[in-house]
């Protein structure tokens, strides 16, 4: 089974609006953490915000924010105000305590800005 | 610099012939990984090691092998390159008390 899920290949959304990836998430640990990263065209991999299994408010950087819901498994990121420069690729990712230190990737979606 | 680099940036070789990658990181950061990347793809985890001389196997580990004789560097090394290994390979490390893996930039390889 599929430990991260994002069901979203590809989304648009039009600039200064709000935007939600969806991303479940598999694991019968009690300790993990659930990362998203933006990959745009140029490559790189940067990390955009953090939540732990125990945290319980919902992490935010900026216009970032982490939609936790733990029972259901989910760690939805939400862009607000989008930008052009927020066309890219996003990926979810998780880490397992129990698992040792790698983090596990989902497929990533493709988010793309319109003016 | 500071940071966390990868060398080459860029390679093409040919079926059956040794590469390898190198990463290093100024951190004095325990964890390091490296990943392939697959076009359409997220990250697959190859390797990984929590420290100097202690290295592990990932999701997808055939055909690879890394050392790290230095916590800062970690090399990973493709015996007998085969045209499936064509991808992009980061490089990652993480501190012991931290949460965030910092990337490299990134190796595209690509074999013949």
């Known amino acids: 089974a599929q430990k991260i899920t994002q069901t979203q290949p590809g989304m648009f959304v039009q600039e200064k609006e709000a935007v939600t990836l969806d991303c479940t998430y598999d694991?019968?640990?009690?300790?993990?953490?659930l990362f998203w990263y933006k990959q745009p065209s140029s490559g790189e991999m940067i990390f955009l915000i953090y939540?732990?299994?125990?945290?319980?408010q919902n992490a935010t950087e900026g216009r970032y924010s982490l939609n936790f819901q733990k029972a259901r498994k989910s760690a939805n990121l939400v862009i607000s105000a989008s930008q052009l420069g927020d066309s890219a690729m996003y990926f979810c990712a998780m880490r397992e305590w129990n698992a040792g230190n790698m983090l596990t990737f989902g497929g990533g979606t493709r988010l793309m800005v319109k003016p | 610099d500071a940071g966390i680099t990868q060398s080459p940036r860029y390679k093409i070789t040919e079926t059956g012939r040794q590469v390898t990658l190198m990463c290093h990181q100024t951190?004095?950061?325990?964890?390091m990984f490296w990943y392939r990347q697959d076009l359409g793809h997220g990250l697959r985890l190859i390797y990984y090691?929590?420290?100097?001389?202690?290295?592990d196997k990932g999701e997808v580990p055939d055909g690879y092998v890394v050392s790290r004789s230095k916590t800062e560097n970690f090399p990973l090394t493709l015996e007998s390159a085969t045209r499936s290994q064509t991808s992009v390979y980061f490089c990652a490390s993480r501190g012991r008390a931290g949460n965030e893996q910092f990337f490299g930039p990134g190796t595209r390889l690509t074999v013949l």
């Open positions: 694991t019968s640990d009690q300790s993990y953490g």
């Open positions: 939540q732990g299994s125990y945290d319980e």
């Open positions: 090691s929590a420290a100097a001389d202690i290295t």
């Open positions: 951190w004095s950061h325990s964890y």
